[in-house]
């Protein structure tokens, strides 16, 4: 009886959890859409109301006006597609050397590349930032795209050696003896059969670009402001328009939000398939 008991309990102890865990996640997300929606007299009221009792779409035209926020989605989707794109390819490369190529010490080189992620971000700042400035890489788009390569090729080595790894030798001996060299196998057959990795690398890519603050901070000036410096610039010293803020705080999570619910199958296939191996 007792066995019967906890395994019938289960259930309902999983849905306890996962709906705190999904109350907690969508509670802030709530919040900022409905406060961008009330007026400004409603915002500061006390208690707040968990409903706008009027809907007013003054601080999303607010925004739109400005522009700021738009020129700088623009600006930080270009970064992240940059991104995306780089770390995508040169990932696929350094994993199809460790996993098929038989590159030497590569399982070494995989693991000192992964340590690094254990470093604090911003004690790699001064380095960059002066190494950068010696460059020429400054308030450039390149410099902060290359910045960005740096920090997630490491992840995406990992994610995508993990599928790399799934792929038998006999697939690549096949396509060797039809003649195929290796970039043709790279490209022709091992990237297509590891579609899910690819997928969750670019994602994770995109995601983390735009979402970065600190890098951007330091190595963009005001006119090459992303989205997180755009809108850490709104918040003033004496005054805010918290409406204004959280208008183009909605504004701005759309476009990570849209993405990864539409891939999030990808994304979740992805990193299981790269845990696995």
Not at 84 to 100: I, R
Request: proline share 5%.
């Amino acid at each position: 009886m007792t066995v019967r008991r906890s395994t019938r309990r289960k259930p309902w102890t999983a849905g306890v959890v996962l709906g705190l865990i999904l109350l907690g996640t969508l509670a802030p997300l709530y919040w900022l859409v409905t406060s961008s929606l009330k007026t400004s007299n409603e915002l500061a009221s006390i208690p707040a109301t968990l409903w706008p009792q009027s809907l007013s779409f003054e601080n999303f035209a607010t925004v739109l006006g400005e522009g700021t926020i738009v020129e700088a989605s623009l600006r930080s989707l270009a970064i992240a597609l940059m991104t995306t794109v780089m770390v995508v390819v040169l990932a696929s490369l350094s994993a199809y050397a460790t996993t098929h190529l038989r590159f030497r010490f590569g399982s070494h080189l995989l693991t000192l590349s992964f340590v690094t992620q254990l470093l604090p971000q911003a004690a790699t700042l001064l380095p960059v930032f002066l190494l950068w400035r010696n460059l020429g890489l400054i308030d450039t788009l390149p410099g902060i795209t290359l910045a960005y390569i740096a920090f997630q090729l490491p992840v995406a080595v990992w994610i995508i050696t993990g599928h790399f790894a799934s792929i038998p030798n006999e697939v690549i001996e096949a396509a060797e003896v039809d003649g195929s060299g290796p970039l043709r196998t790279l490209f022709r057959v091992i990237i297509p059969m590891a579609g899910a990795g690819i997928a969750a690398v670019a994602i994770w890519a995109i995601i983390g670009c735009w979402g970065e603050l600190l890098f951007a901070l330091i190595l963009l000036s005001g006119d090459l402001q992303t989205v997180p410096v755009a809108l850490a610039s709104m918040v003033g010293q004496h005054t805010t328009s918290w409406g204004v803020v959280l208008a183009a705080s909605t504004i701005a999570a759309l476009p990570p939000l849209l993405l990864f619910f539409l891939l999030q199958k990808y994304f979740a296939d992805g990193i299981s398939g790269a845990v696995k191996a």
